[in-house]
Structure formats: C-alpha cells, structure tokens
C-alpha cells in the first residue's frame, strides 16, 4: 500500500504547479512582452502541460469516486474517456516533454549556463522557481509513473504525436526568428543555418527516446508489480 494514496499526490503536485505558475507570469521580464510571450519558452510549454496532466488526474480521481458503486454506464464511459485522455497525456507529453525539459536544460546549463539560462535571469527568477521550473518536473512524472499505471498508445501512433509536437515547435521558433530577428535561445545565435538543421533534428529524435523510454519503463515497472501481485496470491505449498 502506498505511504501517500495518489490522489492526494494527484492534488498536492497540481497545486505546487498552479504556483509556480502564477509566480512565474507575475514577474517582469523584458523577454515576456516580446513576440510570442511566455509561450516562445519550451519550460513554460511544459508547465501548462504538467499542470493540465494533473489537473486532469484530479479530475479522473473525482470521476472515479463518485462514479465507485454507480451502476450507470454513462458515467462508466465518461470516466474511460478521463482515463484515456490521462494516460494518453503521459506518454506523449507530460513524460517526454517533461524529462526533455530537465535533461536538455542542465546538460547545457552545467556546460555553459549563457547558452540557455544567462545569468541576468537571476535578478528576475529566484532559485526555488528556476528549480520548480527545471528540476521537480522529473521526480514528478517519475512519481505518477510509479504510483498510476498508463495505458500507452500503440507505438507507431505514440512516436507520431511525439514527432507532431516537436517539429510544431521547432516551427514556431523559426518563425519568432523569422518575425524578431531574434533567437528564442542564445545557443542557437552560435550555430551556422548547417547545425541548426542537424541540431533539430537530434531535438526530434531525444524527444522520441524519451517517449520510448517511457514506454520501457511503465512496462517494466506495472509487469513486475503485476508479478509481485500474483506471487503473493499463490497458494503455499505444505
């Protein structure tokens, strides 16, 4: 039995996410009232993803509660409709997206911090938001991972979402190039038109490792449990 039952795990990170957020937008950054805003940023893309993921789990947790010893069918049917768009969230975005965000962004920070996340955003940003933004992402779907089983899409349709959001993405920072001038992230201003076009493309493809690794480890962790489980429902031998 779990230390903390999921939903109330479901809520608290909801919560943790609805504050980062709001702290994030109320600061006061020249970059915020650019072309594009808050959404140029793939970090704050994110967040909007992690907070609807769970906000989606708290609803499919309600869902679920009031539909317990209901023999309606449309209620039954809606709530399969919650499910499937939870787990579909998990394994095409809020997981991928999310461990892309933290990996992607501390290789580059450890690496040289100016390419990514300069300096001069410490006097706007302080530590525990960089962290909210750029740290807790990851031990949180780690924990969903761990607490909620998904019910992954076939892989072929799974990779296919993962490639839509990532070239969608990539697009729209072209063209915040193409409209500005300016590159949503100062690495880019460093790489000929060459690079860049390999640098995506490397984008694209980490972004659809994520999702396969994903894949791997919800399997590995709910078929071991499901061993566990069966296991211990095994009568004894005298």
């Not at 729209?172 to 500005?180: K, L």
Request: proline share 4%; charged share 15%.
């Amino acid at each position: 039995m779990a230390l903390v039952p999921c939903q109330v795990l479901h809520a608290a990170i909801l919560l943790s996410y609805c504050s980062i957020l709001c702290n994030y937008k109320a600061i006061d950054m020249p970059a915020h009232q650019t072309y594009g805003g808050s959404w140029k940023f793939l970090t704050f893309i994110d967040l909007v993803i992690q907070a609807v993921f769970f906000g989606i789990c708290v609803l499919t947790d309600l869902s679920s509660l009031l539909t317990k010893g209901n023999d309606s069918q449309e209620q039954e049917r809606q709530l399969k409709k919650l499910i499937s768009l939870r787990d579909w969230m998990m394994a095409v975005l809020a997981f991928p997206v999310g461990v892309f965000v933290v990996t992607m962004f501390w290789s580059i920070y450890i690496y040289d911090r100016e390419l990514v996340y300069p300096k001069l955003l410490d006097n706007f940003i302080p530590a525990w938001l960089n962290h909210g933004m750029h740290t807790t992402v990851l031990p949180f779907v780690l924990i969903e991972m761990r607490t909620t089983h998904h019910q992954y899409p076939s892989r072929s349709c799974g990779l296919a979402a993962v490639c839509t959001f990532a070239v969608g993405y990539i697009l729209w920072v072209c063209w915040i190039h193409h409209v500005t001038g300016v590159w949503v992230y100062p690495l880019l201003e460093h790489l000929s038109p060459g690079v860049k076009v390999v640098f995506f493309a490397a984008v694209t493809v980490i972004i659809n490792m994520f999702y396969l690794v994903g894949e791997v480890l919800n399997n590995y962790i709910w078929d071991t449990q499901k061993c566990i489980e069966e296991g211990k429902e095994k009568p004894k031998l005298d």
